[in-house]
């Protein structure tokens, strides 16, 4: 007689667990890019294969992997991103912002699961023989030790996720880890953006520095050339004046230039988050400096879905998707399951 009420009640529950996989989120479609597949060529320039057609996965993978080590082929520059990535105060932020957001994933999908509680407790005590027995033992009786056992496991709650809306709420603290993921990478493009061109800088500011010390002393030179002239009376105190008024403008360019060089050492140094060794610091603008490793041709208009910000707003599109079924769920009752044994 009990055997059917049993096999009701796990069927019940094995359709709850089947209803509990559904969920009310909208569907989610990728809206189309709003840009050529290709860059847009001359009518008498021949038109490059596509980068799909023709290639090779492995040859694929590598055009989509290009990291900064393969693009920036100055040594120096990259010890410079290598310690920024490795010590820069913002990257390591968005690191424990990642840290955070799975944490709370984690936390968000173990509300599927039911919440087990456990306790124990063990009692060890000497009752007296009156109280054990009810009546006077004679003198010398021994009294064994009473001991109680107490052991209990209970369910707290559990809801039965019948419309999914504990299951986009997981789906929604994925997306958002996703999402924080993707700001990670974001940082750590724009760290090595911001070193990259804080190098240059320095390089150009050098450069400048070196050209307006040339000049300094070139225009130095041309002044006691013309303060010899005008001792001997070839020339008169205004040019004199003049030679002096440009020496003075040329000194004023090389102490212009020699504070913006020290100011891009500071940036430097900020952007890596420690001291600069003046050994990585670029001497002047040469081609090692400003050599760039060259794209693949024909890259595809796909290439945009790779970039960090990119994927990390699909990610945040995603996760309002997931909260949009949750608070459709919320319109329907919910059903929590509680439960003791000991």
Not at 13 to 36: F, Q
Not at 159 to 184: K, M, N, P, T, W
Not at 193 to 215: C, I, N, S
Not at 241 to 265: I, K, L
Request: aromatic residues 6%; negative net charge.
């Amino acid at each position: 007689m009990l055997r059917n009420p049993v096999r009701t009640a796990v069927a019940a529950l094995i359709a709850m667990s089947a209803l509990s996989g559904c969920t009310l989120e909208p569907h989610y479609k990728r809206p189309d890019l709003p840009v050529p597949e290709q860059w847009p060529l001359p009518e008498n320039s021949t038109p490059m294969p596509s980068a799909d057609a023709g290639a090779t996965g492995a040859s694929q993978t590598s055009v989509w992997e290009i990291g900064w080590r393969e693009f920036f082929t100055d040594p120096q520059l990259q010890q410079l991103i290598a310690q920024a990535l490795a010590n820069n105060r913002d990257v390591r932020v968005a690191v424990l912002n990642v840290e955070l957001a799975r944490a709370q994933y984690h936390v968000q999908r173990a509300n599927l699961l039911p919440k087990v509680d456990a306790n124990g407790s063990y009692t060890r005590e000497k009752i007296p023989p009156a109280l054990a027995f009810g009546t006077q033992l004679p003198p010398g009786t021994t009294i064994p030790l009473e001991k109680i056992y107490q052991v209990g496991v209970g369910v707290s709650s559990w809801e039965i996720d019948l419309f999914g809306r504990v299951r986009s709420q997981s789906h929604a603290a994925l997306q958002q880890y996703l999402a924080q993921e993707q700001a990670r990478r974001s940082a750590q493009l724009s760290l090595i953006a911001q070193v990259a061109g804080a190098y240059l800088t320095l390089a150009a500011d050098r450069e400048l520095d070196r050209l307006a010390l040339e000049t300094l002393k070139g225009q130095e030179a041309s002044y006691d050339l013309t303060r010899q002239r005008h001792e001997s009376g070839a020339v008169s105190g205004l040019d004199l004046a003049q030679a002096r008024t440009t020496v003075e403008q040329a000194r004023v360019d090389a102490a212009r230039f020699e504070g913006n060089v020290a100011q891009d050492v500071d940036a430097l140094a900020l952007l890596i988050g420690g001291a600069v060794d003046a050994g990585t610091l670029p001497r002047e603008l040469d081609a090692n400096i400003t050599g760039l490793a060259p794209l693949p041709p024909a890259l595809p208009s796909t290439v945009l879905l790779r970039r960090p910000d990119i994927l990390q707003a699909e990610h945040q599109l995603r996760a309002a998707n997931a909260d949009i079924g949750a608070a459709r769920a919320a319109f329907f009752p919910s059903i929590n399951l509680t439960g003791a044994i000991g």
